[in-house]
C-alpha cells in the first residue's frame, strides 16, 4: 500500500449550526439544551477526515483510534461551531490532530484525534469476518 505523503501543519475546517438534534438531551449525553459533547467529538473527527480525504489514493482511508476532547464551554441550539483540525504528527500510519472547535472567538472544545492510515477493503473484509 503507497501511503501517501502528510505533513503537519495540514489542516481543514468544518461547520455545524447547532440544533435539537445535537443537544446533549437528544444525544443522551446530559439534560441540556446545548451541543452535546458526542456531537463536539463527532465534528473533530469530520475535521480530520475532510483534512486527509482529497490526498488519500484510491484504496486507502483512515479510521480513527484515539480521541481525548476537553469540552469548554456550551453552544446553545443556533449556535454556530467551527472545527478546525491540524495535523500535528505523522508517525508512520498514525496521524496525530489537534482540533480547536470555536463559536466566535470562544474556544467551545479542544480535541486531540488519532487516525491511522490502511487499506480500506481490507479494513472493510476484516469487519465484516470475511
Not at 505523503?5 to 438531551?25: N, Y
Not at 454556530?80 to 482540533?99: I, M, Q, S
Amino acid at each position: 500500500m503507497e501511503l501517501p505523503e502528510f505533513a503537519p501543519g495540514l489542516s481543514a475546517r468544518v461547520e455545524l449550526t447547532v440544533t435539537d438534534a445535537d443537544t446533549a438531551q437528544s444525544l443522551g449525553s446530559g439534560d441540556v439544551p446545548v451541543l452535546g459533547t458526542p456531537r463536539a467529538l463527532a465534528l473533530a473527527e469530520a475535521a480530520t477526515v475532510a483534512a486527509t480525504s482529497r490526498l488519500l489514493p484510491t484504496g486507502v482511508t483512515t479510521v480513527g483510534t484515539r480521541a481525548e476532547i476537553e469540552h469548554k464551554a456550551p453552544t446553545p441550539v443556533g449556535g454556530h461551531v467551527t472545527a478546525t483540525a491540524t495535523l500535528a504528527k505523522r508517525d508512520g500510519k498514525r496521524l496525530v490532530f489537534e482540533v480547536v472547535l470555536r463559536d466566535g472567538a470562544d474556544v467551545v472544545a479542544e480535541v486531540r484525534v488519532e487516525r491511522v492510515l490502511l487499506d480500506r477493503q481490507r479494513f472493510i473484509s476484516s469487519a465484516l469476518g470475511a
